[in-house]
């Protein structure tokens, strides 16, 4: 199954055993929150990780902090199999990747194949799964298609963030970072209440100079971001809870600017323009707009639970607008009003959803049913593309999307005795979208392309009616034992194209349709008898039907339906502390991911193509060594993410190509006592070069836009908990 696998661990597996040898060697010393069993509710109620027979990869809200992540998108670093991708920037657009399942497209009405929950509810605007994370319990990674229990079919998996919630006693927390480029980073909370009445309030701020070095103006990649969230919780009785939350985020930092690679005769693009300082994190820019993102939500939570069945409802409204101006020839060259290629991205998703959850179980047998309605609107009014190096070329665009999805579901589990249990779940869901698109194309002169009910009829709508479930068997043979094995389906549903679109090479390309998915797996988590040791195994295989595969065409994207994928690969979560005061964590994700039947707009098909952000090998490791001193403690930590060489477009260009790489982090920190810590850190620890995202625009402006991960990046930080 896995034939790659011998080839690819006989060049790699000397980093491992180099990292796993430089752990054994430090010296022996308190086991701590990494080591810590947690609570998960992965399958819609509390559970440990080691009785959940699926692939999660959960951290506690302590062990984000020692780990010292801070943004969405860092969780992948130590998460097997998991890619993020930054295509623009701080606060923008992100491609979620696990397992190779994942999407690449940045326009705004599309969803990612990933599915993002925040406290339950779901997050379908694509600008706004760049945030904050603060004052969170954990988060969990759920592995493989969710087509069961959770609202959004994802074909890929999920990731559940789940905020520190209001209780009776008084605590608050402050943490105070100080680091490169100018950076002030704060966070903090307070909460408490009586009885019945709870509340928290929690906010967080990061302010950074940006970290590339602009030649013609002010520097780009920096940070502006400010988050709030407010949490009432009523308790009136035992049985009954109401929880109410609000929250707001706003980023507001100057736009990303991308490293220029001319790709025509001579490394030149096609204005004669040339970045060949050798500098990767400094350019010519002479375009530095806005990069502004706003997230207002409030959701309500409404539990009762008796002795054997319990009711939950929860409601969230969620707002995202987005506006971004790019340079995107990246270059200070001015054929007259500014810089040659000017787009300005502009898009609002207004969102509404809401659960109806049954639940109920004994000691052999638990099961949740419920009913899901998930309502999107996305305007895309004001996306705008302005060829100022091409003559009078502009684009102006307007799209209206609406979504609309319902959805029956119900899974239980059985346990035949104490080491047979069985577990099945339906999913039924009835999606529809409806999509009004115009391109107002000035050319010397005025030509309107309309793609609505009103030009093309029934093309105009896309309707999905799915069934998807699962089917899995866990087996005990010992306590210290789960083996599990599964068969789940899930679907992404079908869609509409947006952008700057040529409707002579587009339109025949709308709607695509859905994505479907076929996943068996086949794992083990284990754990010796002094609970210092465990191990999480999993080995997949995908079947995967119709990828909704992107590629690019001109200046704008495109998404086709691929006629075949085919996925399989393993994980691999060592979590360890052989010794006193000392753990360690080792982590390995083996992939191979391919695609046939790759249709382009100009007509080509492509066969046997790398899937996007799909490395055939990744690692991680983390070592943390504690000396205690009395009421104090000193800490020593490095941690290290290691991936194989990626693709950033289906169609495999080399320009569109980042080779292996290694990112190491280090800190130490001195915990004063209970309440005070103050720790220095350096993230990118040897100043690491690598690509997070590319767009290859050879073919029509003659470069390749290049976006770098961050420099080295030192600092302090100081943190009190009462």
Do not use: C
Not at 416 to 432: K, M, P, S
Not at 433 to 443: A, R, V
Request: aromatic content about 14%; proline content about 3%; overall charge negative.
């Amino acid at each position: 199954m896995f034939k790659n696998a011998a080839i690819i661990l006989m060049g790699y597996r000397f980093k491992l055993v180099l990292f796993a040898t430089a752990v054994a060697l430090l010296p022996a010393v308190s086991q701590s929150a990494v080591l810590d069993e947690m609570t998960v509710t992965a399958q819609k109620r509390e559970q440990a990780l080691s009785d959940v027979g699926v692939s999660v990869t959960a951290f506690s809200g302590d062990s984000l902090r020692e780990l010292n992540m801070t943004n969405s998108v860092d969780i992948s670093a130590q998460t097997p199999n998991f890619t993020i991708g930054t295509p623009v920037g701080e606060g923008n657009n992100p491609s979620f990747v696990l397992r190779g399942v994942g999407l690449n497209d940045f326009n705004d009405n599309n969803e990612s194949n990933i599915a993002v929950y925040v406290d339950e509810v779901y997050r379908s605007a694509m600008a706004g799964l760049t945030f904050q994370m603060f004052d969170l319990d954990r988060v969990e990674v759920l592995r493989g298609p969710q087509g069961t229990l959770y609202g959004r079919n994802a074909t890929g998996g999920l990731v559940h963030f789940v905020t520190r919630k209001p209780t009776e006693d008084l605590d608050a927390y402050a943490d105070l970072t100080l680091g490169s480029n100018s950076q002030v980073k704060f966070e903090g909370a307070i909460g408490g209440g009586s009885e019945t009445v709870m509340g928290r309030l929690s906010v967080a701020t990061n302010q950074a100079d940006g970290y590339v070095s602009n030649r013609a103006g002010a520097d780009p990649n920096e940070a502006d971001n400010m988050a709030l969230r407010g949490q009432l919780l009523f308790k009136p009785t035992e049985q009954w809870s109401v929880l109410l939350n609000a929250h707001w985020s706003d980023a507001d930092p100057r736009a990303a600017a991308y490293q220029h690679e001319g790709t025509d005769v001579g490394g030149l693009d096609f204005f004669g323009y040339s970045d060949t300082d050798g500098d990767v994190w400094a350019g010519d820019y002479d375009r530095t707009g806005p990069l502004e993102i706003e997230n207002t939500g409030a959701s309500i939570s409404i539990d009762w639970q008796g002795d054997a069945f319990g009711i939950a409802w929860i409601t969230g409204y969620e707002n995202v607008e987005k506006f971004h101006q790019e340079d995107t020839d990246m270059s200070d060259l001015d054929f007259g009003g500014g810089s040659l290629v000017r787009p300005d991205f502009a898009a609002e998703t207004d969102q509404l959803t809401s659960e109806l959850r049954f639940h109920g179980g004994n000691d052999k047998l638990n099961w949740v049913a419920g009913l899901y309605y998930f309502d999107s609107e996305v305007d895309g009014t004001g996306t705008r593309l302005d060829l100022g190096g091409l003559g009078d070329v502009n684009f102006d665009v307007a799209y209206l999307q609406d979504t609309t999805s319902y959805a029956v579901f119900g899974q239980f589990d059985y346990a035949f005795n104490e080491q047979w249990q069985v577990v099945a779940g339906l999913r039924y869901t009835d999606e529809e979208k409806d999509y009004t698109y115009i391109n107002t194309e000035t050319n010397f002169g005025a030509f309107v392309y309309e793609f609505s009910p009103a030009t093309v009829g029934s093309l105009a709508s896309q309707s999905d009616d799915v069934v998807s479930g699962k089917l899995g068997l866990n087996y005990r043979p010992t306590e210290d034992w789960l083996v599990f094995a599964s068969v789940s389906t899930a679907f992404k549903s079908g869609g509409f194209n947006a952008g700057f679109l040529d409707p002579s090479l587009d339109f025949s390309n709308m709607p695509f349709d859905k994505e479907e998915l076929t996943s068996f797996e086949l794992g083990f988590k284990w754990a010796n008898a002094s609970d210092t040791i465990r191990l999480n195994t999993t080995a997949f295989y995908y079947d995967y039907e119709d990828l909704q595969a992107l590629s690019f065409e001109g200046v704008s994207s495109f998404i086709s339906n691929a006629s075949d994928a085919e996925i399989y690969g393993a994980e691999f979560e060592l979590i360890a502390s052989p010794v006193e005061n000392f753990e360690m964590i080792l982590g390995l994700g083996i992939l191979d991911a391919s695609a046939d039947g790759i249709s382009l707009a100009d007509g080509s098909v492509l066969q046997n193509r790398n899937l996007v952000l799909a490395p055939d090998l990744q690692m991680n490791g983390l070592a943390r060594y504690s000396v205690p001193m009395g009421a104090s403690a000193l800490v020593f930590q490095v941690d290290a993410t290691y991936s194989d060489e990626v693709y950033f477009d289906i169609v495999n260009q080399p320009v569109a190509r980042q080779s292996s790489y290694s990112v190491w982090n280090a800190q130490v920190s001195y915990q004063i006592n209970h309440n005070f810590e103050v720790s220095g850190w350096v993230r990118n620890l040897t100043d690491e070069e690598y690509k997070v995202y590319t767009f290859d625009f050879s073919d029509f402006f003659g470069f390749n836009q290049q976006f770098y991960g961050p420099p080295r990046w030192y600092g302090v930080s100081l943190s009190y908990q009462y």
